[in-house]
């Protein structure tokens, strides 16, 4: 049981260019999100994903898109990097949406744009 | 719109001892969540433990406590017996019961690095 897992750990990226990052969990959980976290920050939620083929903004949704096409993954794309987005950005699921529920975090993927 | 503010950037404390890191928060709503979250140097965040606004007993989970000041919009953390493994970045949390409608996010604060010397 890995949990939550996020590919990749690192990556340096050039203004304009793009990726995806992956983010897969094992515990059919139907909730999953994506945060960044900035320095002296706390966590900030970008998307989440209330199930299969559904997603929805969070609070800093600009310049990113997400897909979720397997229950399993949630995917965090960036089409033009831009140096805000460097971050670290952490990946979460949860079983409910319920305000009560554990949300399981990944180990998170630390970005750099230059 | 609610926030969360961790007004200690860094505490310290030696193994054995008792630290308290503090929390508040702003809300108008009067039901809701609050969290302490752990994230040691792995980055991983760890749930410490959690609090519903509507239950008066503190939580308590082995060695770390809270007290929750729902007047005081207060929510401390209490680490007994502090242990080298303690050592983290410690974040407060607040999460609306709206989230059982809608996917209201956690609003975390900025976070309390904890350092604990032998």
């Known amino acids: 049981n890995a949990g939550v897992t996020q590919t990749p750990k690192f990556r340096v990226l050039k203004t304009g260019q793009s990726m995806t990052l992956l983010c897969a969990q094992d515990?059919?959980?139907?909730?999953m999100y994506w945060y960044r976290q900035d320095p002296g920050m706390g966590l900030r939620l970008i998307h989440y994903s209330v199930g299969e083929g559904t997603t929805a903004k969070g609070e800093v949704p600009d310049g990113y898109n997400v897909s979720r096409l397997k229950k399993q993954n949630f995917l965090l794309g960036l089409e033009s990097a831009a140096p805000s987005q460097t971050s670290v950005y952490f990946c979460a699921s949860s079983y409910r949406l319920l305000a009560s529920d554990t949300q399981y975090f990944g180990p998170g993927t630390r970005l750099t744009v230059l | 719109a609610q926030t969360v503010t961790q007004s200690q950037p860094e505490m310290s404390v030696q193994e054995a001892e008792t630290v308290t890191l503090s929390c508040t928060y702003d809300t108008s709503e009067s039901d809701y969540y609050l969290f302490w979250y752990k994230q040691p140097p792995s980055r991983q965040m760890i749930l410490v433990i959690r609090q519903e606004a509507y239950k008066q007993q503190n939580a308590t989970e082995n060695r770390f406590s809270v007290n929750f000041q729902k007047a005081a919009k207060s929510f401390s953390l209490k680490i007994s017996d502090s242990q080298l493994g303690d050592a983290a970045m410690y974040f407060c949390a607040y999460r609306s019961v709206r989230a059982n409608q809608a996917g209201t996010a956690l609003i975390f604060g900025k976070g309390t690095t904890l350092s604990v010397s032998s």
């Open positions: 515990m059919n959980h139907e909730y």
